[in-house]
Structure formats: C-alpha cells, structure tokens
C-alpha cells in the first residue's frame, strides 16, 4: 500500500509541475502588457520589466519563479491591488471560497444522493420521473441563470435572504450563493446515483440475494447501496474542486471576495494582472490534483483490487 501510495504521489507532483511550466510559458508568450499602460509611461514600464526580471531568457524566469513559489511566495501583482504582493490576498479570497464552498458541498452531495436513491427505489414511478426531470433541469439550466431567480425570487419579491454577500453574517448572507453553487452538483449527483442504484439493483448478485431472501432495508444497505455508491465518488471529486474554488459569475454578482472573483479582476482590470492569473492556475490545479490524488489512495484502501492492477501495471 505504502509503494502504491509513493506512486500516486510522485505522479501528482510530476502532473503539477508540467502544469505550471505550461502555465508559466503561456502567460509569459502571450501578446499584450501586464501593467496599466494607461498610467505608466514607457521608461516606467521597461523599469517595472526589468525589476520584475521579465528581460530574462523565459527558461531562467521560470527558475525564479519555481525558487520563489517552493519559498512560499507568489510574487507581486503587476496591475490588481497596487502591486501588492499576491499570498495574502489570494489566501483570504481562498478562505471565503471555501467556507461557502464546503456548505455546497455538503448540501449538495446529501439532498443529490437523497434525490438519486429515491429515485432509484421508484424507479419507473411518479417520484422516478419528476426526479429525472429535475436533474435534467438543473444540468441544461447554467448557474448564473438559476442564480438570478433565486435573488429575484428570495430577495427582491420575498426579500427574506440578502441581495448581496455580507461577511459580518457570514452563514445567513451565504446560503443564497451556496444554494446557487450546488444546483448543479445536486442534478448531477441525482441523475449518477440513480443511473447506479438501477445498475446495480438489476445485477445478478442482488437478484441472488433476493432469492435467499433478503428484501428491504437489508438488501438496500447490505448489497446496492455500498457497491453503487463508489463509482459516485469518481463524480463528485471533480465537483468538489468547482465548488471550493467558486464560480466567477456567481461570487462576483454576489460580492463574494473569493478567487472566482478574483480571477475576474484579475483578466477584466485594469491590464491583465498575470501575476495574479498565474497563481489561480496553480491554485485550480493543485486543489484539483490534490482531490484526485485523494480520490485514488481511497480507492486504493476500498478496493485492493486496484492496487494489484498497479503492481500489474
């Protein structure tokens, strides 16, 4: 278990690490000026270069680089927040995503297992299809569409919930861009959880099952639910890095200071902050290795299965 770990490791390193070499290459070939041109003449601008080492050959800039960000640092920003340096920022814009990233999770993955396994115990019924239509629903329909009749609905014609987000009341001014997060996590997790639950409700260890006698509760618990539900994993991990990292639409209409918000300002500011645009891409990309990798040692440890395969291979 402790090999098959070390390689799952080794090769998320290695994926990060090819990740922001990409990254750094493409941010530093692309056309245009990472300051405010509008404000900076140009012997401003070739100091602001020089200072920030962007005169150096790319491959050099990209060792730098690596030695500042494996100190712990992101640099500076260019243009976004006067030029300030980019980790506490981008730690507190983290820290809002999160907090209302983990209530989307949670609200998300139980109310969509919820409406998949009962779906799935009616399925062909009433309850199956009205399910079925609402998953649907909430995949096709986009977030900001749904978060918009939400703020309509629940703060301008009910205004029981706040238009905007407020982080002095953190847990009620939150609940409205949570709710808008997790509609699509919770159709998706439905419509999965369904499809397995029949899957596995209509193989031929359950029908066996059946035969000894084994209905209800106990057949649920004992034989669908656990095998079905581990094929659910491998759908919501992805959705829990989306979730963490905010949608840019939604934190933005809501006034959440989170890094979905911050990507934003970043591209649509005043000058590209690429800085800032290079560190988000880090961000995005290890939560969602770090997920992933999570993910394969569970599976691991769940199915030992898979680590004979890994040896195998």
Known sequence: MSKY???????????LFVIIFVLFVLIRIMPGNPFPVERMSAEMIAQKRLELGLDK??????????????????GNGTSLYNGAPIKPILLK????????????ILFGTVTGLFIGIVAALNRGKFLDGLCTIFSILGVCI????SMIFLQYTFSYKIPFFPYFFDPSNFLFSSIMPSLSLSLFSISTIARFTRNELVEVMNSDYVKLAES???YGRQLIKTHVLRNALIPVVTVIAPLVVDLLTGAMVIEKIYGVNGIGKLMVDAIAGQGVDYNYVLALGIVFSAL???VMLLLDILYGIIDPRIRLTAKKG
């Open 5 to 15: 770990i070390a390689k799952r490791i080794l090769i998320s390193l290695l994926t």
């Open 57 to 74: 050959p790319i491959l050099i800039q990209f060792v730098d680089y690596m030695k500042m960000l494996l100190s712990g640092s992101f």
């Open 93 to 104: 814009c983290l820290e809002n995503s999160f907090k209302i990233g983990v209530l989307s």
């Open 142 to 145: 986009p977030s900001y569409v």
């Open 212 to 214: 000894k006698g084994i």
């Open 288 to 290: 969602y290795i770090g």
